[in-house]
């Protein structure tokens, strides 16, 4: 049953075109779904090469995971033009998700194998080296964020070792409890920073997560208007798709 709501929210997502690796763009599906079944109007932006948006007028961003080239195809935009407004808004609270490259790209820089440096915005005080093999594999991770005994489920495929620093209070997103996460080493999966996630978790990460999903769109309607409650959806596909991922994973 559609619920009425008086409250819009405005989702930018950016270069649709070029990040959306193992279906990312069902994350966008997933935040439109959960609006309309609330009856609240969710009008999504999409930003690529060469537009100009003012990041100002969003209400959640929501950046994927690309392949090394198409990464490399937009570096010089998102470095020179969107990144920095970009950072300016989450540094104010505006609610960002980014995935895998774009989790990459708001850390401090990437060093590959030859110690070359790529830098990144610096958002997330957060690094990235490359490594000699992939970490691939369906993740169970537990996230304090969503409260009490909640967790995440998704799949991961990065070659990049990913560490996070003390700035500002970032924390990982979860702590892995079967899979790899940021590194493969301090068990930590993702960061979260003010209203910011970074992900390394595709599948893509939301449908099968809907705590995660709605805490977005709360923070996004408390920033907005101040009031970030949602009404309870029954979730009963969505809560079974988790926890046969969960069940499955986690026992090994």
Not at 25 to 54: K, M, Y
Not at 142 to 154: F, K, N, R, S
Request: proline residues 4%; hydrophobic residues 40%; contains cysteine.
């Amino acid at each position: 049953m559609v619920q009425n709501d008086r409250r819009a929210l405005r989702l930018v997502h950016l270069y649709p075109d070029l990040l959306n690796l193992y279906g990312d763009r069902g994350n966008i599906i997933t935040l439109l779904r959960r609006c309309q079944w609330r009856g609240i109007p969710l009008t999504v932006e999409r930003v690529s090469l060469h537009d100009r948006f003012a990041f100002a007028d969003a209400d959640l961003v929501f950046m994927g995971g690309g392949s090394d080239r198409e990464q490399t195809l937009l570096f010089q935009d998102f470095q020179q033009h969107k990144g920095p407004a970009l950072v300016e808004a989450a540094e104010a609270g505006l609610p960002l998700l980014s995935v895998c490259g774009g989790y990459q790209l708001l850390g401090r820089y990437y060093r590959t194998h030859t110690g070359e440096e790529m830098p990144g915005l610096g958002f997330f005080d957060a690094w990235t080296e490359a490594g000699s093999t992939r970490l691939i594999g369906n993740v169970v991770a537990e996230a304090p964020l969503l409260g009490e005994g909640m967790g995440l489920v998704g799949f991961e495929n990065h070659s990049g070792r990913t560490f996070l620093g003390d700035r500002g209070g970032i924390q990982p997103l979860a702590q892995v409890i079967a899979g790899q996460g940021n590194n493969g080493k301090d068990k930590g999966e993702g960061a979260v920073y003010k209203n910011a996630i970074g992900t390394y978790l595709h599948g893509p990460v939301l449908p099968k997560n809907p705590a995660l999903a709605d805490w977005l769109l709360a923070r996004a309607l408390e920033r907005r208007y101040g009031d970030g409650s949602l009404t309870p959806l029954a979730d009963r596909w969505e809560q079974s798709a988790h926890d046969a991922v969960a069940r499955r994973f986690a026992s090994r």
